[in-house]
Nanobody, 127 residues
Framework: VQLQASGGGSVQAGGSLRLSCEAS????????IGWFRQAPGKEREWVSC????????FYADSVKGRLTISIDNAKNTVSLRMNSLKPEDTAVYYC?????????????????????WGQGTLVTVSS
C-alpha cells in the first residue's frame, strides 16, 4: 500500500495549485483521506479530509473557502484544489489514508487516526 502526493510548486500569493494523492494497493472508494501540512519549524497541522462513504468533507478554518478536496474514483486520485494561496500556506503537504471509509470531524483532524501516509509535496507561496 502506497500513497504519493504530487502537484506542489512555487506560486505567488493569490495563485492556485492542485495537489494530487495517488494510491496503489487500495482504492479510494473504501477509505477516508486527509491532507496535512508542515511548515518549516512548525508542527504538522491538519488541513482537510474527505470520507468516501458519503463524500463528507471538513476543512481547517485557515483554509476554508480557499481549498477544495475531492475524490476521482475513476482515476483513484484525491485532489486538493488550492486557490487564493497565501504565504502562510507554504509547507510540505502530505496525504494520508484511513481504512475507515467514514470519519467524523474529531477523527479527521487526528493524525494518529490514519493508517497510511504518503511522501509530501512542497508548496511555496511568495508574497
Amino acid at each position: 500500500v502506497q500513497l504519493q502526493a504530487s502537484g506542489g510548486g512555487s506560486v505567488q500569493a493569490g495563485g492556485s495549485l492542485r495537489l494530487s494523492c495517488e494510491a496503489s494497493g487500495f482504492t479510494f472508494s473504501d477509505v477516508a483521506i486527509g491532507w496535512f501540512r508542515q511548515a518549516p519549524g512548525k508542527e504538522r497541522e491538519w488541513v482537510s479530509c474527505i470520507s468516501s462513504y458519503d463524500g463528507s468533507t471538513f476543512y481547517a478554518d485557515s483554509v476554508k473557502g480557499r481549498l477544495t478536496i475531492s475524490i476521482d474514483n475513476a482515476k483513484n486520485t484525491v485532489s486538493l484544489r488550492m486557490n487564493s494561496l497565501k504565504p502562510e500556506d507554504t509547507a510540505v503537504y502530505y496525504c494520508a489514508a484511513d481504512r475507515i471509509a467514514k470519519l467524523y470531524y474529531s477523527e479527521c483532524v487526528d493524525s494518529d487516526q490514519y493508517d497510511y501516509w504518503g511522501q509530501g509535496t512542497l508548496v511555496t507561496v511568495s508574497s
